[in-house]
């Protein structure tokens, strides 16, 4: 399979790894938008939101406990983060293996889409 993160979960491509365990990696963005910014990652291929099945509930939960204790770790949990999904060209995914990015160290903005909405997407 052609994927980006099955390949640095493989170790064929090199990443700044910050966390790992036998369900999850987490590491630095490659670009990062936040004076720190990772990606928690599922060591299983899923390409997007939709496709996660009901025997990827723990896993996904998973994922997001570990964003907060890499946050922790890193010393911007209390202070608080930006957590974000991509989910296919509407939302900005890139890369189809799911990724929860973690975005911290300055206060975030809100909301990400400000122009004028219209009745139809
Ligand atoms: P998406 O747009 O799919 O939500 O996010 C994909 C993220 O992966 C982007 O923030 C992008 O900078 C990051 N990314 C793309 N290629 C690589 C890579 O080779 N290494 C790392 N560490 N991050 C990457
Ligand atoms: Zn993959």
Redesign the pocket.
């Known amino acids: 399979m052609d994927c ?1 993160f099955c390949k ?1 979960n493989a170790n064929e ?1 090199p ?2 790894v910050i966390y790992e365990d036998d369900k999850v990696i987490a ?5 990062p ?1 936040a004076p720190s ?1 990772f ?1 928690v990652i599922p060591r299983k291929h899923i390409a997007t939101l939709n496709d996660i099945g009901d025997e990827d509930r723990e896993l996904v939960g998973h994922m997001v406990q570990v964003a907060g204790k890499v946050a922790a770790e890193k010393g911007f949990a209390a202070d608080g983060y930006r957590t ?1 999904f ?1 989910c296919n060209p509407h939302g ?4 189809y293996h799911i ?1 929860l ?1 973690v975005l911290g160290g300055k206060p975030m903005g809100w909301p990400p889409y400000q122009e004028t909405l219209k009745t139809e997407v």
């Open positions: 980006l640095i491509i990443a700044e590491f630095n963005d490659i670009n938008q910014h990606l974000v991509n900005g995914q890139t890369v990724h990015h």
